[in-house]
DNA sequence: ATGAAAGCGCTAACAC
DNA sequence: GTGTTAGCGCTTTCAT
């Protein structure tokens, strides 16, 4: 009794049970000498081991529970050479889809039993390396890479994969052979302007912004896709290649670091106010997003024009946002929630060894909400 | 040499020279073979120690540089009982606002060379356990409560300090003697109010939802503050407490985790309607959010109730979408972007001891921003 | 100016 | 069924 006093440390001891008694921390060397057992036997209750005898094992659980024992997870890191931890690397965002990834990937590592630590960075190359140096140094079991699909970030990927790390992606990196959980959005916006095609428009334009990304590359060439289908041709007069100085180029990737900063509602604003100042005008506009639309919206609000009958505006996103605009958007519905479950499902997989060598790569659907905006409902 | 060979390993060192020399994690242990030096000399180069001589130095140095030396966090952490990890619990958000202050917090902690683990709780009693017990068993150095200042969660924070982790809180948490950053938005109300007052309303009515937390309730005091000073009379009848079922309560735990889970603009939507409804209006509305607003001036299009002219409306964050609403809206701008600095410079110099006993309890104010939604401004 | 060695809390191989 | 022990990668006295 007094050994095992002395040896947590008297003074701890006495102040520990004194002040807050159910909150003080234990090693399992605290516990062992408490109740007379060895590491081993500890260890084998933590971990369900049959090989304990029922009284020895009740005993045992009924002081961790008494001590509120939480173990520590650093030591066991180290041992074990897993942190039961992910890494997420990519810039923050007020996008709300974004968020919502984001979320959806919090939540299922939360029931996989993985913590998650988030590397910010702002996309510039040295913040990207201290990124990956800072959970590379966490030991990180894998690392979810979530951005917007820039190629400045091929070399950055390579060097995850080649470090060992599993690494998934949300956007297909050319050049990086890496599993991609990923919504094929190309895919959607070539739906989102056939279904403008279908409603009988012809004449059809596009507000994108210059930026080289995937993120936005992939929205043009769907728009592409759809009015080759229909044999539509594309007025390049009326695709909007919206940036921050008004030029609608982007030819840096300081300026691409640059352009991100400026909201969506912004580019939306700016792009339609471009085009609607045209001497012709289309009659539907596919905006790269549904915050871009309502800046869409609120441009062709100050040129009074009326939408959809002179203009038909479509989006993309379907948050809340998009249902309380002043003309409620119809856009395509990303399954955000799904994400994160399919990420963490292949990682986890991949962490354990489950998936063979090839790259798992899964394109996820999005989903056309009609509203008011492309002219088709007329409800409300 | 052969022995060094031997030592870190003939096939690892085999493969990894061969496969990708750059990228193998390489120990101190290993490095130390190699150099022939000692571990304490190793880490007096890392440690900037000047007993070191030049010309040893600049060997270790040119070293650590061609292994691409990346110390082992968990390891150091393990040593030293301290992670350089700061853990952020609270519920996910959607909201633009939450979002920014999300996003201060990881550029401030980056700056100051922190990690940030974040430990999703969707506010239920057991996920928020679940995050503190992960927090506890990762050894963050500090805690960030990220939250909307509910009363439920004075237990959860009195058990942080017990624990004897710092804690940092964004609300002022009755009952918890801890460090406190937050923006005084009752205040910020009653400033928002006495604008709309100032224009010469009498009759305003106050848009908020059914929560008991600190974040709705704060928003009522300064409502009422503004209305009590001018001496004018609040009307119960248009005070809108929205909740998701419409009967205007919220009595519960459980009914306050349901009641997050619907949208701002939802909120508005509903409300306003309900208020327009009405057989008597007020001449001005102060909703709880930009979001808010933004559905109250949905339901107000629908009414065909002309904004700001038959009814003035307010709203409070100042993100985008308030610029680009239809009706561009008045509201408050919170310092978003300092919160993170001054979160961070309280939580770390309190886990350095370098704070008196006494908590830190810092307000920051918002600011009134001018657009047309109130009445005010008639810019385009 | 440099080195040897102990130990942070845990796991797991091995002994009894 | 239970106990002993080595060691994960690092920091830090204490010698030399």
Not at 14 to 27: A, G, L, N
Not at 302 to 317: F, H, R, W
């Amino acid at each position: 009794m007094l050994e095992s006093a002395i040896d947590i440390g008297l003074l701890s001891q006495f102040f520990s049970v004194q002040i807050h008694p159910k909150d003080m921390t234990y090693t399992q060397h605290q516990i062992v000498k408490r109740l007379g057992i060895s590491r081993a036997t500890l260890h084998r209750v933590l971990t369900d081991s049959p090989k304990v005898k029922t009284a020895t094992r009740e005993r045992v659980l009924k002081e961790l529970d008494a001590l509120n024992y939480v173990p520590n997870a650093i030591a066991q890191s180290l041992k074990t050479s897993k942190t039961q931890t992910l890494g997420i690397m990519g810039p923050a965002t007020a996008n709300a889809s974004q968020i919502d990834k984001l979320t959806s990937i919090y939540v299922a590592a939360r029931e996989l039993g993985y913590s998650i630590i988030f590397a910010y960075s702002d996309g510039s190359p040295e913040a990207d390396a201290n990124s990956i140096r800072e959970l590379k140094s966490r030991m990180v079991d894998g690392i979810i890479a979530f951005d917007r699909g820039l190629h400045a970030n091929t070399q950055l990927y390579k060097s995850i994969i080649d470090n060992g790390k599993p690494l998934v992606t949300l956007y297909p990196t050319p050049g990086v052979e890496t599993d991609c959980i990923y919504v094929d959005t190309r895919n959607a916006f070539k739906r989102v302007t056939k279904h403008l095609i279908d409603l009988g428009h012809k004449d059809i334009g596009l507000l994108i912004t210059a930026s080289k990304s995937n993120y936005i590359v992939n929205r043009e060439l769907g728009f592409r896709d759809a009015m080759q289908k229909a044999k539509l041709p594309v007025n390049d007069n009326w695709i909007i290649y919206a940036s921050p100085d008004g030029m609608n180029t982007i030819n840096s990737d300081e300026e691409e670091a640059v352009a991100w900063k400026i909201s969506d509602y912004q580019y939306g604003f700016w792009g339609a106010s471009l085009l609607l100042a045209k001497r012709t005008r289309p009659t539907a506009l596919v905006c790269f997003t549904d915050e871009a639309a309502i800046g869409a919206l609120r441009a062709a609000q100050v040129a009074e024009v009326s939408i959809p009958d002179e203009l038909a505006i479509v989006g993309y996103n379907d948050k809340e946002d998009a249902k309380f605009a002043r003309v409620p958007l119809t856009t395509m519905h990303q399954p955000d929630e799904l994400i994160g479950k399919k990420v963490l499902q292949t990682l986890v997989r991949r962490i354990n060894g489950e998936l063979t060598d090839s790259p798992v790569v899964e394109a996820l659907s999005a989903k056309l909400i009609v509203r008011e905006s492309c002219g088709a409902a007329t409800t409300n």
